[in-house]
């Protein structure tokens, strides 16, 4: 028994914890730095605006922010159908298609060079609306081949690889078709030809907006509700849905999973076409990298609202639109930073750090685990 007692005596014991790191466990750091962090954002945004706001010497009139808040709306309109295509395919297949902003510069290209016969026909003066049907449908079958074309050569092979396998392979195939472009169009910018029928204003409900900008807005709603419509009442809406959920068992149902996630790269495709001639009527010009930002900052739309919802890619697109137009001079021109649009690039990434901090499931995205 005594032995035995000495035995217990010197066995082990576990070593007494230190106080620092008791305390460090039970104080909730990270939440303290979030909560900091956002205090201080908050404190930053509010200063800054009132600064603007306040200003006694170049103030922005109430119609210089109506200008923002209606170029904010179709900016997001154009981010809102980049994003589509981004949710949609993340939806299906849980990989970020890094290369669709190439699809969105493509179907711009398609339709500069239609443009340029158009206008040398003619067309583009006295045939207007048919102009920019024609331009549509070349933009956004040209959008659609590249996106399938993608689909085929560049993921199916990947489809049961690593994840991490896909996400390399689509900045490979960004790059391929950003300098494929450069190559056959040339580095330079080229300036869209101007549709004389859609210089000027348009009043709507007293407020003056320009006839580019408002049809964004239009064709944009316009795709977003067929889109639901297309996913909510259609058969292959219906599939795509029931392949989200699971592949395996909606093949066992009888559903062609290839063909399905064709679809959604094709439709993602055109939504991306229509996009890229917004963008072009907008800006007019198209570049052979025109892509790569609008693309980078549709996936923070995306993000923004929960990367894989629908909805949330629309909200998140306008709303990136709204604050990469208002807040760049809201924030920075009350405390003179010069030419504070330039800083847009920097308010949008900005937004995509923060949300990936404070909600990396975005606005309607969900905290449960991604599925396997």
Same mark, same amino acid.
């Not at 396998?165 to 950003?178: D, K, R, W, Y």
């Not at 259609?234 to 849905?241: E, L, P």
């Given at each position: 028994?005594?032995?035995? *007692?000495?035995?217990?005596?010197?066995?082990? *014991?576990?070593?007494?914890?230190?106080?620092?790191?008791?305390?460090?466990? *039970?104080? /909730?750091?990270?939440?303290?730095?979030?909560?900091?962090?956002?205090?201080?954002?908050?404190?930053?945004?509010?200063?800054?605006?009132?600064?603007?706001?306040?200003?006694?010497?170049?103030?922005?009139?109430?119609?210089?922010?109506?200008?923002?808040?209606?170029?904010?709306?179709?900016?997001?309109?154009?981010?809102?159908?980049?994003?589509?295509?981004?949710?949609?395919?993340?939806?299906?297949? #849980?990989?970020?298609?890094?290369?669709?902003?190439?699809?969105?510069? &493509?179907?711009?290209?398609?339709?500069?060079?239609?443009?340029?016969?158009?206008?040398?026909?003619?067309?583009?003066?006295?045939?207007?609306?048919?102009?920019?049907?024609?331009?549509?449908?070349?933009?956004?079958?040209?959008?659609?081949?590249?996106?399938? #074309?993608?689909? $085929?050569?560049?993921?199916?092979?990947? $489809?049961?690889?690593?994840? #991490?396998? /896909?996400?390399?392979?689509?900045?490979?195939?960004?790059?391929?078709?950003?300098?494929?472009?450069?190559? %056959? %169009?040339?580095?330079?910018?080229?300036?869209?030809?101007?549709?004389?029928?859609?210089?000027?204003?348009?009043?709507?409900?007293?407020?003056?907006?320009?006839?580019?900008?408002?049809?964004?807005?239009?064709?944009?709603?316009?795709?977003?509700?067929?889109?639901?419509?297309?996913?909510?009442?259609? =058969? =292959?809406?219906?599939?795509?849905?029931?392949?989200?959920?699971?592949?395996?068992?909606?093949?066992? &149902?009888?559903?062609?999973?290839?063909?399905?996630?064709?679809? =959604?790269?094709?439709?993602?495709?055109?939504?991306?076409?229509?996009?890229?001639? &917004?963008?072009? #009527?907008?800006?007019?010009?198209?570049?052979?990298?025109?892509? %790569?930002?609008?693309?980078?900052?549709? %996936?923070?739309?995306?993000?923004?609202?929960?990367?894989?919802?629908? =909805?949330?890619?629309?909200?998140?697109?306008?709303?990136?639109?709204?604050?990469?137009?208002?807040?760049?001079?809201?924030?920075?021109?009350?405390?003179?930073?010069?030419?504070?649009?330039?800083?847009?690039?920097?308010?949008?990434?900005?937004?995509?750090?923060?949300?990936?901090?404070?909600?990396?499931?975005?606005? &309607?995205?969900?905290?449960?685990?991604?599925?396997?």
């Amino acid at each position: 028994m005594t032995q035995t *007692r000495q035995h217990e005596d010197e066995s082990p *014991r576990p070593a007494a914890r230190s106080r620092t790191a008791v305390l460090a466990e *039970r104080i /909730p750091i990270r939440r303290i730095i979030l909560v900091t962090l956002g205090i201080l954002i908050t404190v930053g945004v509010l200063l800054g605006s009132w600064k603007t706001l306040t200003l006694s010497e170049g103030r922005i009139s109430g119609a210089g922010w109506r200008d923002f808040l209606v170029f904010g709306v179709a900016l997001g309109s154009i981010y809102a159908l980049i994003a589509l295509g981004y949710s949609l395919v993340y939806g299906i297949l #849980l990989m970020i298609n890094f290369a669709h902003g190439e699809v969105f510069m &493509m179907g711009a290209f398609a339709s500069y060079y239609v443009a340029q016969s158009l206008d040398t026909a003619g067309l583009l003066e006295s045939s207007p609306v048919l102009s920019i049907l024609i331009l549509l449908l070349v933009a956004t079958a040209a959008s659609m081949a590249v996106a399938v #074309l993608l689909e $085929r050569v560049a993921y199916r092979p990947l $489809r049961n690889a690593p994840r #991490l396998v /896909p996400l390399i392979t689509a900045i490979g195939a960004s790059l391929f078709l950003q300098y494929t472009a450069a190559s %056959f %169009f040339g580095g330079n910018s080229k300036g869209y030809p101007d549709i004389p029928a859609l210089e000027g204003t348009w009043t709507i409900l007293g407020i003056p907006i320009a006839k580019t900008l408002a049809i964004t807005i239009v064709a944009a709603a316009l795709m977003m509700v067929g889109l639901t419509q297309f996913i909510s009442r259609t =058969t =292959t809406g219906r599939a795509m849905r029931a392949v989200a959920e699971d592949k395996e068992i909606a093949s066992l &149902m009888g559903i062609n999973v290839n063909r399905v996630i064709v679809t =959604t790269f094709a439709v993602g495709g055109f939504l991306a076409g229509v996009a890229g001639v &917004m963008f072009a #009527l907008v800006f007019g010009l198209v570049q052979y990298n025109m892509g %790569f930002i609008p693309g980078i900052k549709a %996936f923070t739309a995306a993000v923004l609202g929960g990367i894989g919802s629908v =909805t949330g890619a629309a909200i998140g697109g306008l709303i990136l639109g709204l604050v990469e137009s208002v807040a760049p001079v809201l924030l920075l021109a009350g405390i003179h930073v010069p030419a504070p649009n330039q800083l847009r690039d920097v308010v949008a990434f900005s937004i995509l750090v923060l949300i990936l901090i404070f909600r990396p499931g975005g606005i &309607m995205g969900s905290d449960q685990p991604e599925r396997g």
